[in-house]
């Protein structure tokens, strides 16, 4: 019973978690959540503008009291109103305006989505590099390992009076330095968690095996989804200078307002003859401004010059956004080069330091050679499972700025 009731409240930071989890974890922080409510309140604003466009029903009511009556002032009176009020025509300001806030939430809705991608993109390099991190710490515990080994049969050596003191600390400086380039990789490997947690909002444990499926060749490049979110915003200035420009037309209006009177009159001589309780007046109205010394004339240009200046910012950032593709899919090409140098690599250094590890035993060579040859090989490892790691992150590069869903790619 113990054993089940831990289940149940196991701390959640000793579970690990996948690349797939880490980005799922992301894209739904603080920061997206706030996003995703402004985008909401500008959906809100719309529907409140759409209903701003609609008939209106305004009711009112009021009480008096007269100190001196008159025919025209009863010494006490209410009244009751109601009032219907439609703008009929706005000189083609509303589908301009439906039209700008479309966009806008458009363009909202794409930078929702490019906000997700570059957090995506984030967490996957921070995954690979903590991966390649990892493996560097490993390859370093090792090197550490063998320079102990090394160490201790010198020292035998030096104890017998077969070495030099100066060998001996060579070693001994190689093992040192070691030890303080572990400590610096694990305080990356630290740093990368924070980061993480501070992204995700969660405590991280990072679990190896994730990969990123590579783009298929073939698939068809979209833009990258805050270039979109600019050709929309672009949309929206020009939107609102055409909306502008309805200033120069008439807005027509429809009212139509019932009053109902109830008056009191002390003096009854004074209440007017054939009076009404009542009046209903229709009408319609027109206001067209003619001159307003170049107020609307600036008002539009201002909004055109607005216009023009985003459209020219998104197309400057649409061929930024292509070099960006170009030079993303130069990279994976230039990284699957390095796997096939870093095998090579490894061969090479593994072979030269097994037979300058045999020469160094026996006495044929000095340290100095043995510890390169040392380093060079678990340099080597290191390199070749960095490469790996790298090649993950430019096939995520690619889909990062081919315009697709990073997450849709984490296998």
Request: no cysteine; hydrophobic share 35%; proline share 1%.
């Amino acid at each position: 019973m113990k054993k089940l009731y831990f289940s149940f409240f196991v701390p959640l930071f000793l579970y690990s978690q996948n690349l797939d989890e880490l980005v799922n974890l992301s894209i739904e922080n603080k920061l997206i959540n706030a996003s995703a409510q402004s985008l909401e309140a500008i959906k809100e604003d719309y529907k409140s503008v759409q209903s701003g466009y609609l008939p209106k029903l305004d009711v009112g009511a009021g009480y008096s009291i007269a100190e001196h009556e008159s025919s025209t002032t009863p010494h006490k009176g209410a009244n009751a109103y109601g009032s219907v009020n439609y703008l009929l025509y706005d000189g083609g300001k509303k589908s301009d305006v439906y039209e700008s806030y479309e966009n806008t939430i458009k363009s909202g809705e794409k930078s929702l989505e490019a906000l997700k991608n570059d957090i995506s993109l984030t967490v996957i390099n921070y995954y690979y590099n903590y991966l390649s991190l990892l493996a560097k710490k490993e390859t370093k515990i090792q090197e550490i390992n063998e320079l102990n080994a090394q160490k201790d049969r010198i020292t035998r050596f030096f104890d017998a009076g077969s070495t030099t003191e100066d060998e001996l600390q060579k070693i001994i400086s190689r093992v040192e330095n070691a030890k303080v380039t572990l400590q610096e990789i694990e305080l990356e490997i630290t740093t990368i968690l924070h980061n993480l947690e501070y992204i995700t909002g969660n405590q991280v444990s990072i679990t190896e095996g994730s990969i990123i499926e590579a783009l298929a060749a073939e698939k068809e490049k979209n833009l990258r989804f805050d270039i979109q979110a600019l050709e929309y915003d672009t949309k929206t200035k020009q939107s609102n200078a055409n909306a502008q420009k309805s200033d120069y037309l008439p807005k027509v209006t429809l009212d139509n307002t019932f009053n109902y009177y109830d008056r009191d009159y002390s003096n009854k001589s004074n209440e007017p003859a054939g009076l009404q309780d009542h009046q209903n007046i229709a009408s319609a109205n027109m206001k067209w401004n003619l001159f307003a010394f170049g107020e609307t004339k600036h008002k539009v240009e201002s909004k055109q010059k607005e216009y023009l200046s985003s459209k020219l910012k998104y197309e400057y950032e649409k061929n930024r956004a292509n070099v960006d593709l170009q030079l993303a899919l130069k990279a994976y090409d230039i990284s699957k080069a390095k796997i096939k140098s870093s095998e090579a690599n490894i061969k090479a250094a593994q072979s030269a330091y097994e037979i300058i590890k045999s020469k160094f035993e026996n006495g044929l060579i000095d340290n100095v050679a043995f510890l390169q040859s040392l380093t060079e090989k678990y340099d080597a490892i290191s390199q070749h499972k960095t490469a790996l790691n790298d090649l993950e992150i430019k096939k995520a590069n690619i889909i990062y700025h081919s315009g697709e869903k990073l997450q849709e790619y984490i296998k």
